[in-house]
Nanobody, 121 residues
Framework: QVQLVESGGGLVQPGGSLRLSCAASGSVFNFNTMGWYRQAPGKQRELVARISNYGRSKYVDSVKDRFIISRDNAKNTVYLQMNSLKPEDTAVYYC???????????????WGQGTQVIVSS
């Protein structure tokens, strides 16, 4: 059973924008903090943004003021609006449950296929 489906990635020039979407099953999404992660080639997966069930959000410093995470609880969908994209944002982006505090431990769902974002001129 597919639980997470990411979409919206693509090739964009530096300074451009993309909007990612993630459709999740209710068992993954409901009442949970959700996050967007990314993994660049040769690097570990990192959590770049998360949003609580009530809409509070946190961001890693490298994307703060450029990315906006949001969620539609009626549609079990989480979004990532990415603006002012930089080449270093190039990565495969995934969504999943996320910890609110980075020290917290969460039971992540099986990872989806992710969506590739390439920022290049």
């Amino acid at each position: 059973q597919v639980q997470l489906v990411e979409s919206g990635g693509g090739l964009v020039q530096p300074g451009g924008s993309l909007r990612l979407s993630c459709a999740a099953s209710g068992s993954v999404f409901n009442f949970n903090t959700m996050g967007w992660y990314r993994q660049a080639p040769g690097k570990q997966r990192e959590l770049v943004a998360r949003i609580s069930n009530y809409g509070r959000s946190k961001y890693v410093d490298s994307v703060k003021d450029r990315f906006i995470i949001s969620r539609d609880n009626a549609k079990n969908t989480v979004y990532l609006q990415m603006n002012s994209l930089k080449p270093e944002d190039t990565a495969v982006y995934y969504c999943n449950r996320a910890p609110w505090e980075l020290s917290d431990i969460v039971d992540v769902a099986p990872w989806g296929q992710g969506t590739q974002v390439i920022v290049s001129s």
